[in-house]
């Protein structure tokens, strides 16, 4: 139950998984402080941007990262740095892109572990918690809370289910 979270690689790009990722957790009002990162930008989707998660005054609970993968790590440094508790990597690019990804993969989850930052990810869709408002994902499907818990490796199982339940009226808590 994060009570912030911090987009990191947030975009205006209609494109972009970080414009997708940031939209939702304020189309969703989400009811934690949202904090824009990304330093190339003052300000995305109408809210202050931060050019780096240090630059960011207020403690951040989940670090949703959505940048290249050759840049996950640096950002997993930082996340230990500031302190950040738990991160969600949607970036691809990793152990599903040959040799050069797992060993990419292998450093974060090595940063991870020396930091105590637990993580999903990398290359998922990312969580919804429908009540707090929470869905720092790329999915379009905005669940009412219920009593139904979802989890699977697959993204595209998760979206279909979602779809399914919607006009059912159907909720998830997780």
Same mark, same amino acid.
């Given at each position: 139950?994060?009570?912030?979270?911090? /987009?990191?690689?947030?975009?205006?790009?209609?494109?972009?998984?970080?414009?997708?990722?940031?939209?939702?957790?304020?189309?969703?009002?989400?009811?934690?402080?949202?904090?824009?990162?990304?330093?190339?930008?003052?300000?995305? $989707?109408?809210?202050?941007?931060?050019?780096?998660?240090?630059?960011?005054?207020?403690?951040?609970?989940?670090?949703?990262?959505?940048?290249?993968?050759?840049? /996950?790590?640096?950002?997993?440094?930082?996340?230990?740095?500031?302190?950040?508790?738990?991160?969600?990597?949607?970036?691809?690019?990793?152990?599903?892109?040959?040799?050069?990804? $797992?060993?990419?993969?292998?450093?974060? /989850?090595?940063?991870?572990?020396?930091?105590? @930052?637990?993580?999903?990810?990398?290359?998922?869709?990312?969580?919804?918690?429908?009540?707090?408002?929470?869905?720092?994902?790329?999915?379009?499907?905005?669940?009412?809370?219920?009593? @139904?818990?979802?989890?699977? $490796?697959?993204?595209?199982?998760?979206?279909?289910?979602?779809?399914?339940?919607?006009?059912?009226?159907?909720?998830?808590?997780?």
């Amino acid at each position: 139950e994060p009570t912030s979270v911090a /987009v990191v690689g947030a975009s205006e790009r209609d494109d972009a998984l970080g414009r997708v990722v940031l939209k939702n957790l304020i189309k969703n009002r989400y009811k934690g402080k949202i904090f824009p990162v990304n330093p190339a930008h003052e300000k995305v $989707q109408g809210r202050r941007c931060y050019e780096s998660l240090s630059a960011i005054r207020d403690p951040v609970d989940l670090a949703v990262i959505v940048t290249p993968a050759a840049s /996950v790590p640096k950002i997993m440094e930082e996340c230990g740095a500031c302190n950040v508790p738990a991160a969600i990597i949607i970036s691809a690019g990793f152990g599903e892109s040959g040799k050069a990804g $797992q060993k990419l993969q292998d450093r974060v /989850v090595r940063i991870a572990r020396r930091h105590g @930052i637990r993580f999903l990810g990398p290359n998922c869709m990312g969580i919804l918690r429908p009540s707090i408002n929470l869905n720092a994902s790329f999915a379009n499907a905005h669940p009412p809370p219920g009593g @139904i818990a979802l989890a699977s $490796q697959s993204g595209a199982i998760c979206a279909a289910l979602m779809d399914w339940a919607a006009p059912r009226g159907i909720g998830f808590s997780n």
